[in-house]
T-cell receptor, first 115, second 114 residues
Framework: GNSVTQMEGPVTLSEEAFLTINCTYTATGYPSLFWYVQYPGEGLQLLLK?????DKGSNKGFEATYRKETTSFHLEKGSVQVSDSAVYFCALSDPTDMGRRALTFGSGTRLQVQP | DTEVTQTPKHLVMGMTNKKSLKCEQH?????MYWYKQKAKKPPELMFV???????INESVPSRFSPECPNSSLLNLHLHALQPEDSALYLCASSQDLTANYGYTFGSGTRLTVV
């Protein structure tokens, strides 16, 4: 079956530091990949996505590249801000998985950015 | 309108109460979802509706009863819940079941069962 593995958190960084949150996946088909962000007390917001190999998703300074050869979709940002503090979820959607047509989430990584 | 709206935002209910959670979207999405999220955990899928028909029921207890009155609305009826059902309940929608463009989530209903 499909699965998503994220690095354990929390990740604690100082403002303006470089961010990487690792995400690897297992899928039987050709999934689309997503990063969602959840701020405290809120629902999930789509941060970025990539639908095929070598695609790069980007939004609000965050980037992630769909790497089929390493089955990875690592999230990066060059300079984090305190306002980026949140929980980040990596997820996949595999439309060829007939019995499981829904998003598969990773366990989430909490990011704490200190001033 | 690019939002999924959930009401109420907060709900406290007793174990003998009956209540309903509501979800609405006007993006023309044909797939809608209910998720349950416990603290510090990822969302867990409960139900999937596609073209107003129940597509997936993830072995959810019968005290949770979903309803899709039309393509824009999704309800979750609650009856005889247990304290362990306290969680954030999230509604989401997508263009269709392939979800190639991802889901749009509502901000959730925080449910406390006392």
């Amino acid at each position: 079956g499909n699965s998503v593995t994220q690095m354990e958190g929390p990740v604690t960084l100082s403002e303006e530091a470089f961010l990487t949150i690792n995400c690897t996946y297992t899928a039987t088909g050709y999934p689309s990949l997503f990063w969602y962000v959840q701020y405290p007390g809120e629902g999930l917001q789509l941060l970025l996505k990539a639908t095929k190999a070598d695609d790069k998703g980007s939004n609000k300074g965050f980037e992630a590249t769909y790497r089929k050869e390493t089955t990875s979709f690592h999230l990066e940002k060059g300079s984090v801000q305190v306002s980026d503090s949140a929980v980040y979820f990596c997820a996949l959607s595999d439309p060829t998985d007939m019995g499981r047509r829904a998003l598969t989430f990773g366990s989430g990584t909490r990011l704490q950015v200190q001033p | 309108d690019t939002e999924v709206t959930q009401t109420p935002k907060h709900l406290v209910m007793g174990m003998t109460n009956k209540k309903s959670l509501k979800c609405e979207q006007h993006m023309g999405h044909r797939a809608m979802y209910w998720y349950k999220q416990k603290a510090k955990k990822p969302p867990e899928l409960m139900f999937v509706y596609s073209y107003e028909k129940l597509s997936i029921n993830e072995s959810v207890p019968s005290r949770f009863s979903p309803e899709c009155p039309n393509s824009s609305l999704l309800n979750l009826h609650l009856h005889a819940l247990q304290p362990e059902d306290s969680a954030l309940y999230l509604c989401a929608s997508s263009q269709d079941l392939t979800a190639n463009y991802g889901y749009t989530f509502g901000s959730g209903t925080r449910l406390t069962v006392v």
